[in-house]
Structure formats: C-alpha cells, structure tokens
C-alpha cells in the first residue's frame, strides 16, 4: 500500500528554520513528481515546491523563492522541504503528495488536483 508520511513541523520563531520530510513507503518515490503543499486557516491549498523524478526539475512558488528549497534522499525514499527565514505568513499544515505522472513541475504544483497520493499533514507555526 502506497503511503506518505510527513514529519519535521512545529513552533519557530520568525526567522527561524525546520526541515520537513516526506518519507514513502509501498512505492519508490523517485519515479514520482512530489510536491509539498500547505493551507492556512481560512484559504485554499497552496503549492508550495515541487520536485520532477525524471529529471529532478522543481519549481518554487514564489512567496517561498530563495527561502525554501526541496530535495530527494533516495537511498532514504523521502524528500525534504528545508524551510529558512520563516514568516508568519508560512503558518500552515504542510502536506505532501505524489503523481507518477509527469507534465512540468510548474503546472503540477499549481493544479493539487494533479496529485494521487497524500500524506496526513504536518502543522508548521511561526510566531514570536
């Protein structure tokens, strides 16, 4: 059975940093495109960053560009949201997903309804 685990949110300070993971199991994650997604209270789901398994492409939305970056350990079968320079505004229960489809980064992360399969969620909070 495919599965997504997500963990590494929690309370940071403005400013601060966290590592997320997505750990896969049932299923190697680097034939898939993953992506990294969030939604605050009272809005709709965001795309976050997305990373390609065939060419290891990825795309950033661009509230997190130069703050975010994403990465693939597949000896570990998981990829990773480091999230630096946190603002409140980033406050939101991050999820991630997979496709085995592949059009580009870009338009998978901005169409959630791309993707498959979904992990839990894992709630990140940045305040002072």
């Not at 599965?3 to 997320?20: A, D, M, T, Y």
């Not at 034939?31 to 997305?50: L, M």
Request: a negative charge; proline letters at 3%.
């Amino acid at each position: 059975q495919e599965q997504l685990v997500e963990s590494g949110g929690g309370v940071v300070q403005p400013g601060g940093s966290l590592r997320l993971s997505c750990a896969g199991s049932g299923f190697s994650l680097d034939d898939y495109v993953i992506g990294w997604f969030r939604r605050a209270p009272g809005k709709g789901r965001e795309g976050v960053s997305c990373i390609a398994g065939t060419d290891g492409s990825t795309y950033y939305a661009d509230s997190v560009k130069g703050r975010f970056t994403i990465s693939r350990d597949n000896a570990k079968n998981t990829v990773y949201l480091q999230m630096n320079s946190l603002k409140p505004e980033d406050t939101a229960v991050y999820s991630c997903a997979a496709e085995a489809a592949f059009t580009s980064v870009q338009a998978m992360c901005n169409t959630p309804l791309y993707f498959d399969s979904w992990g839990q969620g894992t709630q990140v909070t940045v305040s002072s």
